[in-house]
């Protein structure tokens, strides 16, 4: 008999139905639970590694987050590519998984990209640079990267509900999808209109700060302020500083203090302390003669490390009027009735 005339003895719908169910997109509470759980064993681990080394890493200014990115790589780009069944101990968790189009695990070449597309975001957001020697072109670009990867991340995980890639996802060709279940990806396709509304978003926020920056400028003591930053940041040993000008006046008075407030972030030595934040207030001094119309100048001293998985500072205020702080510093007699304050 010719294999041709054998008849068929299976249902059509039982051979169907014994093929491996497409893969659809993970529950959207399931990936944020397992972020979340990540980050806290993340942040475990790099505040057990990193505190006994404070003075160290309190020396490493900006570069403290580029360690922070290398520490939290290995756990990543390891745990979410073949290696690690494309699962981290959150997703393992949760049961959810990272895998390409066919459903399979991916290599860790593509998962270190995946890791990277989305961790540079973060890590570049509150990275604390100094103002007046940043240039504009770096400060722009860094925005940009914040608010175009990570904003447009966020934007489509939340919204884009068919596939919920990030732009992370999109550049290594990802999905995190059920863990539990096994063949290739459903894919269903992506509304074109979210890109529309991502690229509005942006125009709108950098439109906003450009304006707002310019406001700001023109803006009462701010060229004052800025020059004050100006001068600090000028002084070895300061990662980035800042001054605000506060006034408050006491209960039942209509009489307001001015405060000069310099926020100085030091890469010295705890035990010299004290003896910068003279410094910093003797220049002060020296260079801002407005100063003078302050009742109170207050210095910041912060020392400390963010590494993005873990932070640490310590701070210190130092607090006189301008009149004794010049008694303090060059010996001249203080004004009548001001009375030096140490916090």
Same mark, same amino acid.
């Given at each position: 008999?010719?294999?041709?005339?054998?008849?068929?003895?299976?249902?059509?719908?039982?051979?169907?139905?014994?093929?491996?169910?497409?893969? =659809?997109?993970?529950?959207?509470?399931?990936?944020? #639970?397992?972020?979340?759980?990540?980050?806290?064993?993340?942040?475990?681990?790099? &505040?057990?590694?990193? $505190?006994?080394?404070?003075?160290?890493?309190?020396?490493?200014?900006?570069?403290?987050?580029?360690?922070?990115?290398?520490?939290?790589?290995?756990?990543?780009?390891?745990?979410?590519?073949?290696?690690?069944?494309?699962?981290?101990?959150?997703?393992?968790?949760?049961?959810?998984?990272?895998?390409?189009?066919?459903?399979?695990?991916? /290599? &860790?070449?593509?998962? #270190?990209?995946?890791?990277?597309?989305?961790?540079?975001?973060?890590?570049? +957001?509150?990275?604390?640079?100094?103002?007046?020697?940043?240039?504009?072109?770096? /400060?722009?670009?860094?925005?940009?990267?914040?608010?175009?990867?990570?904003?447009?991340?966020?934007?489509?995980?939340?919204?884009?509900?068919? =596939?919920?890639?990030?732009?992370?996802?999109?550049?290594?060709?990802?999905?995190?999808?059920?863990?539990?279940?096994?063949?290739?990806?459903?894919?269903?396709?992506?509304?074109?209109?979210?890109?529309?509304?991502?690229?509005?978003?942006?125009?709108?926020?950098? /439109?906003?700060?450009?304006?707002?920056?310019?406001?700001? =400028?023109?803006?009462?003591?701010?060229?004052?302020?800025?020059? +004050?930053?100006?001068?600090?940041?000028?002084?070895?040993?300061?990662?980035?500083?800042?001054?605000? +000008?506060? /006034?408050?006046?006491?209960?039942?008075?209509?009489?307001?203090?001015?405060?000069?407030?310099?926020?100085?972030?030091?890469?010295?030595?705890?035990?010299?302390?004290?003896?910068?934040?003279?410094?910093?207030?003797?220049?002060?001094?020296?260079?801002?003669?407005?100063?003078?119309?302050?009742?109170?100048?207050?210095?910041?001293?912060?020392?400390?490390?963010?590494?993005?998985?873990?932070?640490?500072?310590?701070?210190?205020?130092?607090?006189?009027?301008?009149?004794?702080?010049?008694?303090?510093?060059?010996?001249?007699?203080? $004004?009548?009735?001001?009375?030096? =304050?140490?916090?």
């Amino acid at each position: 008999m010719s294999i041709l005339a054998l008849p068929l003895t299976g249902d059509p719908l039982s051979i169907g139905a014994a093929l491996p169910p497409d893969r =659809t997109v993970a529950a959207l509470w399931r990936r944020a #639970v397992a972020f979340a759980a990540d980050g806290v064993i993340i942040g475990f681990a790099g &505040f057990a590694i990193t $505190v006994p080394f404070f003075d160290a890493l309190s020396r490493l200014g900006v570069y403290g987050r580029l360690l922070g990115f290398l520490l939290a790589l290995p756990y990543f780009a390891t745990l979410n590519s073949k290696i690690g069944n494309g699962q981290t101990l959150g997703k393992r968790w949760m049961h959810i998984q990272v895998i390409d189009e066919e459903g399979k695990t991916i /290599s &860790f070449g593509k998962s #270190v990209v995946r890791y990277a597309v989305f961790a540079i975001p973060y890590y570049l +957001d509150k990275l604390v640079l100094p103002t007046t020697r940043t240039p504009w072109l770096i /400060s722009t670009l860094i925005s940009f990267v914040i608010a175009a990867v990570g904003g447009a991340t966020l934007y489509l995980v939340l919204f884009n509900r068919h =596939t919920r890639q990030g732009i992370h996802d999109l550049s290594a060709a990802t999905y995190v999808a059920d863990g539990d279940k096994t063949g290739p990806f459903r894919k269903e396709p992506t509304w074109q209109g979210h890109w529309l509304i991502i690229v509005t978003i942006l125009l709108v926020i950098t /439109s906003g700060g450009a304006i707002l920056g310019k406001k700001l =400028t023109k803006w009462g003591p701010f060229p004052e302020l800025s020059e +004050d930053v100006r001068i600090v940041e000028k002084m070895k040993g300061v990662q980035s500083a800042g001054a605000q +000008d506060l /006034s408050w006046a006491s209960w039942g008075s209509e009489t307001r203090k001015k405060i000069l407030v310099i926020t100085v972030m030091w890469t010295g030595r705890s035990a010299d302390e004290e003896a910068f934040a003279s410094e910093v207030a003797k220049t002060i001094l020296q260079h801002d003669p407005d100063v003078q119309n302050r009742d109170l100048l207050r210095i910041v001293m912060i020392r400390g490390y963010d590494l993005g998985i873990a932070h640490t500072q310590v701070t210190r205020s130092f607090e006189k009027s301008p009149a004794d702080w010049r008694s303090h510093l060059f010996g001249t007699s203080p $004004v009548e009735g001001s009375a030096p =304050t140490k916090l």
